[in-house]
């Protein structure tokens, strides 16, 4: 094999180690690196090609309902935060402080931002006086910190990628309005780009954003059965505005408090698409979200007139999809197991005999179907594929999900399933907080949703027996 050395590196199966096999995935695909300090990681180009999909497609769907983007400062000083109470202890173990400006001991510590609500709530103090300067519908794309114990690239690191939504309004009823309007704009994203099937609901008491009066979730399975919360809503009433003085004049000339949310989804979702479509090869990518759709590798390249038309196809198919051709000198077959490690929908291959029969081979990466296709019909063939990947992708999440989702009415059962078939758990709950640590206790399973579509169990909790008032999914999860 010459200069090449050798094939792709094998990963791990997920079968025999599943962490292990995340971890291979990220790093030979060429997502990211680990830098220099602990839990950081470099986002490298093919990753960070990914966020931008998402991002762009997340920002033109926020504002298509109305939001601007705006920014924030990345330091908070401790007085600022110290205002919402629960915020701020909700927060306390995972914050870094600036205490030092060059040589000079600060007089007030600064926060590097774990989340950006006490700053909107200032700016918001600031600016709205009256009912015609609501709604304000804000979006900001940054960074933040969170001084985690244990991280993994993408899923939980120290400091990740992400946007923050902070709105605020007239009335309570616009508030709740847009948690579930932008939670329903993220499970749409997921499902209709990522083709990542989700569980809408909401969060219990106890698992709620603090500070918030009410927290809603998309959860999804990932393909070792632990769930992943994809994104989360939060609708803030006027908990914020009560302790950062947010008023405004309403109609009538008196003062009310504005209801605000919060909304925000992250890098994770990088490592959402690895864990519900990745196989044993590497990643597999929902041509929504591919920064590659098709790659041309070219058989018997040396031959005359081969890389001549694989240039021509390139130029045709770019003009229906994001292609690449490769070039390099490097073996075919070096080439095929690249690829497939970075997850590219649809391989096509072209040689001297293709050339002779007017044809190209595709492969498909998600089932490795092979397609011998006439070249005059490339570019509607290349559509109609890429669409039906993007759709048997969503089906084949979406089958694992609710063949790994069980049932259960007793707490026998579910302590049993949870120590044996990772998944989802259907269970009904009295809405007491102490029946929902004991599951956690006894089961190791914590409260993931109540989700938005209630079915009725039994009437009694798995926990206590007593009147139980709604089905819960319960589930392990990163």
């Given at each position: 094999?010459?200069?090449n050395?050798?094939f792709?590196?094998a990963?791990?199966?997920?079968?025999?180690?599943?962490?292990?096999?995340?971890?291979?995935?990220?790093?030979?695909?060429?997502?990211?690196d680990?830098?220099?300090?602990?839990?950081?990681?470099?986002?490298?180009?093919?990753?960070y090609?990914i966020?931008?999909?998402?991002?762009?497609?997340?920002?033109?769907?926020?504002?298509?309902t109305?939001?601007?983007?705006?920014?924030?400062?990345?330091?908070?000083p401790?007085?600022?935060?110290?205002?919402?109470?629960?915020?701020?202890?909700?927060?306390?173990?995972?914050?870094?402080w600036?205490?030092?400006g060059?040589?000079?001991?600060?007089?007030?510590?600064?926060?590097?931002?774990?989340?950006?609500?006490?700053?909107?709530?200032?700016?918001?103090?600031?600016?709205?006086?009256?009912?015609?300067?609501?709604?304000?519908?804000?979006?900001?794309?940054c960074?933040?910190?969170?001084?985690?114990?244990?991280?993994?690239?993408?899923l939980?690191?120290?400091?990740?990628?992400?946007?923050?939504?902070h709105?605020?309004?007239?009335?309570?009823?616009?508030?709740?309005?847009?948690?579930?309007?932008?939670?329903?704009?993220?499970?749409?994203?997921?499902?209709?780009?990522l083709?990542?099937?989700?569980?809408?609901?909401?969060?219990?008491?106890k698992?709620?954003?603090?500070?918030?009066?009410?927290?809603?979730?998309?959860?999804?399975?990932?393909?070792?059965?632990?769930?992943?919360?994809?994104?989360?809503?939060?609708?803030?009433?006027?908990?914020?505005?009560?302790?950062?003085?947010?008023?405004?004049?309403d109609?009538?000339?008196?003062?009310?408090?504005?209801?605000?949310?919060?909304?925000?989804?992250?890098?994770?979702?990088?490592?959402?698409?690895?864990?519900?479509?990745?196989?044993?090869?590497?990643?597999?990518?929902?041509?929504?979200?591919?920064?590659?759709?098709v790659?041309?590798?070219?058989?018997?390249?040396h031959?005359?007139g081969?890389?001549?038309?694989?240039?021509?196809?390139?130029d045709?198919?770019?003009?229906?999809?994001?292609?690449?051709?490769?070039?390099?000198?490097?073996?075919?077959?070096?080439?095929?197991?690249?690829?497939?490690?970075?997850?590219?929908?649809?391989?096509l291959?072209?040689?001297p005999k293709?050339?002779?029969?007017?044809?190209?081979?595709?492969?498909?990466?998600?089932?490795?179907?092979?397609?011998?296709?006439?070249?005059?019909e490339?570019?509607?063939?290349?559509?109609?594929?890429?669409?039906?990947?993007?759709?048997?992708?969503?089906?084949?999440?979406?089958?694992?999900?609710?063949?790994?989702t069980?049932?259960?009415?007793?707490?026998?059962?579910?302590?049993?399933?949870?120590e044996?078939?990772?998944?989802?758990?259907?269970?009904?709950?009295?809405?007491?907080?102490?029946?929902?640590?004991?599951?956690?206790?006894?089961?190791?399973?914590?409260?993931?949703?109540?989700?938005?579509?209630?079915?009725?169990?039994?009437?009694?909790?798995?926990?206590?027996?007593?009147?139980?008032?709604?089905?819960?999914?319960?589930?392990?999860?990163?």
């Open positions: 094999m010459g200069k050395k050798k792709v590196e990963i791990t199966s997920m079968s025999e180690d599943f962490a292990k096999w995340y971890t291979d995935i990220v790093k030979k695909a060429e997502l990211t680990y830098s220099s300090v602990k839990g950081c990681m470099i986002i490298r180009p093919y990753g090609a966020w931008e999909n998402i991002q762009k497609e997340l920002d033109s769907r926020f504002k298509a109305g939001h601007e983007n705006v920014y924030m400062p990345l330091f908070i401790e007085s600022l935060l110290q205002k919402e109470k629960d915020h701020v202890e909700g927060f306390a173990p995972e914050v870094a600036v205490t030092h060059g040589a000079e001991e600060l007089t007030e510590k600064l926060c590097v931002r774990p989340t950006s609500e006490t700053l909107f709530c200032e700016h918001y103090a600031k600016i709205v006086q009256s009912y015609n300067d609501l709604p304000k519908l804000y979006n900001q794309w960074s933040v910190v969170r001084w985690e114990k244990t991280t993994r690239p993408f939980r690191t120290t400091e990740f990628l992400w946007q923050e939504g709105t605020a309004h007239a009335t309570a009823e616009e508030a709740h309005e847009e948690t579930i309007k932008m939670l329903n704009v993220y499970a749409d994203f997921c499902e209709e780009i083709a990542i099937p989700v569980i809408r609901g909401q969060k219990t008491e698992e709620k954003f603090a500070g918030a009066k009410s927290t809603y979730t998309i959860e999804s399975l990932m393909h070792d059965g632990k769930a992943l919360q994809s994104g989360t809503s939060h609708n803030f009433g006027d908990n914020f505005a009560k302790a950062f003085e947010i008023q405004y004049t109609k009538n000339s008196k003062l009310q408090y504005v209801h605000q949310t919060s909304w925000g989804v992250t890098t994770r979702l990088i490592g959402a698409i690895i864990m519900v479509h990745g196989d044993d090869s590497g990643l597999v990518l929902p041509p929504k979200v591919a920064p590659t759709q790659v041309i590798v070219p058989i018997a390249q031959k005359e081969v890389l001549d038309k694989a240039r021509e196809l390139k045709r198919i770019s003009k229906v999809a994001s292609v690449k051709l490769d070039d390099s000198d490097k073996m075919p077959g070096w080439k095929f197991n690249e690829y497939e490690m970075k997850g590219i929908p649809v391989r291959e072209i040689g293709d050339m002779e029969n007017n044809q190209v081979v595709l492969v498909r990466r998600d089932n490795r179907e092979k397609i011998v296709v006439s070249i005059d490339l570019e509607n063939k290349i559509v109609e594929l890429l669409d039906d990947i993007q759709n048997s992708l969503f089906e084949k999440a979406k089958a694992y999900r609710d063949e790994k069980y049932s259960t009415t007793t707490i026998e059962e579910f302590k049993e399933i949870a044996n078939k990772p998944g989802f758990i259907k269970a009904m709950w009295c809405g007491d907080r102490a029946c929902e640590e004991k599951v956690k206790e006894v089961a190791g399973a914590t409260s993931r949703c109540i989700p938005f579509e209630q079915e009725n169990l039994s009437d009694k909790c798995i926990c206590c027996g007593k009147e139980a008032n709604h089905l819960v999914y319960w589930g392990k999860a990163y």
